[in-house]
C-alpha cells in the first residue's frame, strides 16, 4: 500500500459528459502530480501541484483542470469527454516534488467513456 | 529533462540476475536516474534512484557509468513476481518527463 489512495477506482461514463477523479496524498506530501496512461502506453504527465499551487503542466487538455485543496487532496476534472480520453488514470505524491524525491502513485482510476 | 532509451522487452530465468540497461546520453549534471517499475496495471513503483555513485537497496542494485550517460538496473534474484514494465527516467524533478515505453521484463520459470 503505497498511501496514495484514489477514487473512484472505476469509473464508467458516455461521451459529451463530466467527471471528476480524487486523489488523497500520503500523509506528509505536499506535491500532487496526475498522469494519463491509455491503452499500452506510457504514463503521459498531466499536471503537478505543490501545496494548493500549479508548478508543472505537461499534454494536459484544455477540457481537463484540476486542483489541490488546503486539505491537499486534489481532484482532476475532465470535461466533454471522448472515447479517446479513456485510460487509466494516476495519481502519486512526494514530499515537495524535488529531482531527488521518489513519488509514490495510487492504484489508479479506469475511466471508461462509451 | 533528458531523453531515455530502453531495450523494448528482455527475458531472465527466474533466480538469475536481471540486468536492465537504460541509456541516458544526454543526461545533464543536476539530472537524477529513476527507475520504477509497472505490474500489468497496477500503480507504478518506486525502485531505486542515483546521480553519480552506484545505489542498493533491498530491492535492486543501480549501476551509473562515470560519464553518466548509462545505467543498469540489477535485480539480483529474478523471481516470477518481477515480471513487469520496467522504466528508466532522468529528471531534475517536476517530473515533466513522459515515462516512455519502458521495458518489458519476463521471467521464466
Known amino acids: 500500500d503505497s498511501g496514495v489512495t484514489q477514487t473512484p477506482k472505476h469509473l464508467i461514463t458516455a461521451t459529451g459528459q463530466r467527471v471528476t477523479l480524487r486523489c488523497s496524498p500520503r500523509s506528509g506530501d505536499l506535491s500532487v502530480y496526475w498522469y494519463q496512461q491509455s491503452l499500452d502506453q506510457g504514463l503521459q504527465f498531466l499536471i503537478q501541484?505543490?501545496?494548493?499551487?500549479?508548478?508543472a503542466k505537461g499534454n494536459i487538455l484544455e477540457r481537463f483542470s484540476a486542483q489541490q485543496f488546503p486539505d491537499l487532496h486534489s481532484e482532476l476534472n475532465l470535461s466533454s469527454l471522448e472515447l479517446g480520453d479513456s485510460a487509466l488514470y494516476f495519481c502519486?505524491?512526494?514530499?515537495?516534488?524535488?529531482?531527488?524525491?521518489?513519488?509514490?502513485f495510487g492504484s489508479g482510476t479506469q475511466l471508461s467513456v462509451l | 529533462d533528458a531523453k531515455t532509451t530502453q531495450p523494448p522487452s528482455m527475458d531472465c530465468a527466474e533466480g538469475r540476475a536481471a540486468n536492465l540497461p537504460c541509456n541516458h546520453s544526454t543526461i545533464s549534471g543536476n539530472e537524477y536516474v529513476y527507475w520504477y517499475r509497472q505490474i500489468h496495471s497496477q500503480g507504478p513503483q518506486y525502485i531505486i534512484h542515483?546521480?553519480?555513485n552506484n545505489e542498493t537497496n533491498e530491492m535492486a542494485s543501480l549501476i551509473i557509468t562515470e560519464d553518466r550517460k548509462s545505467s543498469t538496473l540489477i535485480l539480483p534474484h529474478a523471481t516470477l513476481r518481477d515480471t513487469a514494465v520496467y522504466y528508466c527516467i532522468a529528471h531534475t524533478g517536476g517530473f515533466k518527463t513522459i515515462f516512455g515505453a519502458g521495458t518489458r521484463l519476463f521471467v521464466k520459470a
Open positions: 542515483g546521480l553519480k
Open positions: 502519486a505524491s512526494s514530499v515537495r516534488g524535488l529531482a531527488n524525491e521518489k513519488l509514490f
Open positions: 501541484y505543490y501545496n494548493g499551487e500549479e508548478r
